[in-house]
């Protein structure tokens, strides 16, 4: 087995660099207990989450699906979303997409697809949840994106999005309720998010 560093192992800056990455990401070996993804035109390779995250997002589906729109699917699944504009692919802790996105043989689905995505931040992928994550699934019109800071326990909600990533967020300490907005809306009760 092949131990891979926590920060960039491959870097893309030739032509065509992006569908290499997405190459090389295919044929990794990743250790268990890890997962890859591609930021920045690097791959990462980060831990999986602590174990209590598990509770968090089945609370997080369990109460945002009911409110989906028709024909929609959210779940907790390791699936990999690229953004080729952005030379970007993530592997969100959680997900909905029309369910059609999901009739593929490819391991390769569209992120801009996604209705809604959710990143629990780890010690390792919180600055590129907080910043990377934010402008591209804003510019690519993700309509709401869910940032669960399990080191500050604080949720932020980010909507409207745009060019610049969002042009709305509305940031709650964990406990407290906070608003979902359309396409989903609802309100998100985040009592038992934090650590055990």
């Known amino acids: 087995m092949t131990v891979m560093a926590e920060r960039p192992t491959t870097n893309g800056t030739e032509p065509d660099s992006f ?12 250790p268990d207990g890890y997962k890859a993804e591609i930021i920045r035109g690097n791959i990462v390779v980060s831990p999986w989450s602590k174990g209590y995250y598990h509770r968090v997002m089945r609370l997080v589906c369990r109460q945002l699906e009911p409110h989906l729109p028709a024909e929609h699917a959210i779940g907790c699944g390791p699936f990999l979303y690229v953004f ?15 369910e059609h996105v999901f009739e593929t043989t490819s391991n390769h689905l569209d992120g801009e697809a996604l209705l809604f995505v959710a990143e629990l931040t780890s010690p390792s992928t919180r600055d590129d949840d907080l910043t990377d994550k934010v402008l591209t699934y804003g510019k690519a019109g993700v309509p709401v ?52």
């Open 84 to 98: 080729p504009g952005d030379e970007r692919a993530y592997g969100p802790d959680i997900h909905a997409a029309p």
């Open 19 to 30: 569908g290499k990455l997405l190459r090389t990401l295919d044929e990794l070996d990743v």
């Open 145 to 196: 994106y869910l940032l669960l800071d399990m080191q500050e326990e604080q949720a932020t909600v980010f909507s409207m999005p745009s060019a610049k990533g969002y042009e709305s967020r509305d940031t709650k300490p964990f406990g407290e309720k906070l608003s979902i907005p359309d396409p989903i809306d609802c309100v998100l009760d985040t009592s038992g998010f934090e650590s055990p």
